[in-house]
Nanobody, 126 residues
Framework: QVQLVESGGRLVQAGGSLRLSCAAS????????MGWFRQAPGKERVIVAA????????YYSDSVKGRFTISRDNAKNTVYLQMNSLKPEDTAVYYC???????????????????WGQGTQVTVSS
Protein backbone atom coordinates (compact mmCIF):
# COMPACT_ATOMS: atom_id res chain seq x y z
CA GLN A 1 0.00 0.00 0.00
CA VAL A 2 1.14 3.55 -0.64
CA GLN A 3 0.17 6.88 0.90
CA LEU A 4 0.29 10.04 -1.19
CA VAL A 5 0.61 13.62 0.02
CA GLU A 6 0.34 16.54 -2.40
CA SER A 7 1.75 19.99 -1.82
CA GLY A 8 2.45 23.20 -3.68
CA GLY A 9 -1.03 24.46 -4.45
CA ARG A 10 -1.78 28.14 -3.87
CA LEU A 11 -3.25 31.27 -5.38
CA VAL A 12 -1.39 32.49 -8.47
CA GLN A 13 -2.06 35.06 -11.17
CA ALA A 14 -2.86 34.07 -14.71
CA GLY A 15 0.31 33.51 -16.68
CA GLY A 16 2.20 32.39 -13.62
CA SER A 17 3.77 29.05 -12.73
CA LEU A 18 3.47 26.50 -9.96
CA ARG A 19 5.09 23.18 -9.21
CA LEU A 20 3.04 20.59 -7.42
CA SER A 21 4.71 17.74 -5.58
CA CYS A 22 3.33 14.41 -4.50
CA ALA A 23 5.34 12.46 -1.96
CA ALA A 24 4.71 8.75 -1.67
CA SER A 25 5.37 6.49 1.27
CA UNK A 26 6.75 3.00 0.97
CA UNK A 27 9.62 1.30 -0.80
CA UNK A 28 7.85 0.33 -4.00
CA UNK A 29 7.25 3.73 -5.57
CA UNK A 30 9.05 2.70 -8.75
CA UNK A 31 6.47 -0.03 -9.35
CA UNK A 32 3.63 2.49 -9.70
CA UNK A 33 2.49 4.51 -12.64
CA MET A 34 1.50 7.96 -11.40
CA GLY A 35 -1.17 10.37 -12.49
CA TRP A 36 -2.32 13.89 -11.76
CA PHE A 37 -6.03 14.60 -11.86
CA ARG A 38 -8.00 17.75 -11.16
CA GLN A 39 -11.52 18.58 -10.13
CA ALA A 40 -13.00 22.01 -10.67
CA PRO A 41 -16.06 23.14 -8.69
CA GLY A 42 -19.18 21.42 -9.95
CA LYS A 43 -17.28 19.27 -12.39
CA GLU A 44 -16.02 15.72 -12.55
CA ARG A 45 -12.46 14.79 -11.74
CA VAL A 46 -10.40 14.47 -14.92
CA ILE A 47 -6.95 13.32 -15.91
CA VAL A 48 -4.30 16.00 -16.36
CA ALA A 49 -1.14 13.99 -16.87
CA ALA A 50 0.32 10.55 -16.27
CA UNK A 51 3.81 9.10 -16.18
CA UNK A 52 5.00 5.55 -16.51
CA UNK A 53 7.01 3.69 -13.91
CA UNK A 54 10.27 4.18 -15.74
CA UNK A 55 9.40 7.81 -16.57
CA UNK A 56 10.07 7.37 -20.24
CA UNK A 57 6.46 7.77 -21.25
CA UNK A 58 4.03 10.53 -20.40
CA TYR A 59 0.49 11.50 -21.20
CA TYR A 60 -1.10 14.94 -21.17
CA SER A 61 -4.66 16.04 -21.65
CA ASP A 62 -5.19 18.39 -24.55
CA SER A 63 -6.05 21.23 -22.19
CA VAL A 64 -2.57 21.26 -20.58
CA LYS A 65 -0.34 19.93 -23.34
CA GLY A 66 2.58 22.27 -23.91
CA ARG A 67 2.05 24.06 -20.58
CA PHE A 68 2.35 21.33 -17.94
CA THR A 69 5.14 18.82 -17.39
CA ILE A 70 4.92 15.69 -15.28
CA SER A 71 8.09 14.14 -13.92
CA ARG A 72 9.15 11.75 -11.20
CA ASP A 73 12.15 11.08 -9.03
CA ASN A 74 12.05 7.45 -7.97
CA ALA A 75 14.95 7.97 -5.57
CA LYS A 76 12.85 10.58 -3.73
CA ASN A 77 9.51 8.77 -4.07
CA THR A 78 8.07 11.94 -5.55
CA VAL A 79 6.12 12.92 -8.64
CA TYR A 80 5.92 16.52 -9.81
CA LEU A 81 3.62 18.59 -11.95
CA GLN A 82 5.22 21.74 -13.33
CA MET A 83 2.48 24.11 -14.44
CA ASN A 84 3.35 27.09 -16.63
CA SER A 85 1.23 29.74 -18.35
CA LEU A 86 -1.57 29.10 -15.91
CA LYS A 87 -5.09 30.11 -16.84
CA PRO A 88 -8.15 30.75 -14.68
CA GLU A 89 -9.67 27.56 -16.08
CA ASP A 90 -6.83 25.61 -14.44
CA THR A 91 -8.39 26.42 -11.06
CA ALA A 92 -9.19 23.13 -9.35
CA VAL A 93 -8.22 20.73 -6.62
CA TYR A 94 -5.32 18.68 -7.95
CA TYR A 95 -4.92 15.06 -6.90
CA CYS A 96 -2.11 12.63 -7.48
CA UNK A 97 -2.82 8.95 -7.85
CA UNK A 98 -0.88 5.71 -8.09
CA UNK A 99 -1.44 2.27 -9.58
CA UNK A 100 0.75 -0.76 -9.98
CA UNK A 101 1.42 -1.00 -13.69
CA UNK A 102 3.62 -2.36 -16.43
CA UNK A 103 6.83 -0.38 -17.00
CA UNK A 104 5.62 1.83 -19.85
CA UNK A 105 1.96 2.19 -19.00
CA UNK A 106 0.38 5.62 -18.54
CA UNK A 107 -3.13 4.97 -17.25
CA UNK A 108 -5.61 7.74 -17.90
CA UNK A 109 -8.82 6.38 -16.39
CA UNK A 110 -9.70 7.47 -12.88
CA UNK A 111 -11.10 4.07 -11.92
CA UNK A 112 -7.79 2.41 -12.84
CA UNK A 113 -5.94 4.08 -9.98
CA UNK A 114 -5.81 2.44 -6.58
CA UNK A 115 -4.31 5.11 -4.35
CA TRP A 116 -5.13 8.81 -4.04
CA GLY A 117 -3.82 11.81 -2.20
CA GLN A 118 -6.00 14.29 -0.35
CA GLY A 119 -5.63 17.00 -2.99
CA THR A 120 -4.13 20.46 -3.13
CA GLN A 121 -6.00 23.60 -4.18
CA VAL A 122 -4.75 25.61 -7.14
CA THR A 123 -6.47 28.92 -7.77
CA VAL A 124 -5.58 31.04 -10.79
CA SER A 125 -6.81 34.62 -10.72
CA SER A 126 -7.46 36.61 -13.86
Amino acid sequence: QVQLVESGGRLVQAGGSLRLSCAASGRTFSTYAMGWFRQAPGKERVIVAAISRIASRTYYSDSVKGRFTISRDNAKNTVYLQMNSLKPEDTAVYYCAAVGASPFSTPTTESTYDYWGQGTQVTVSS
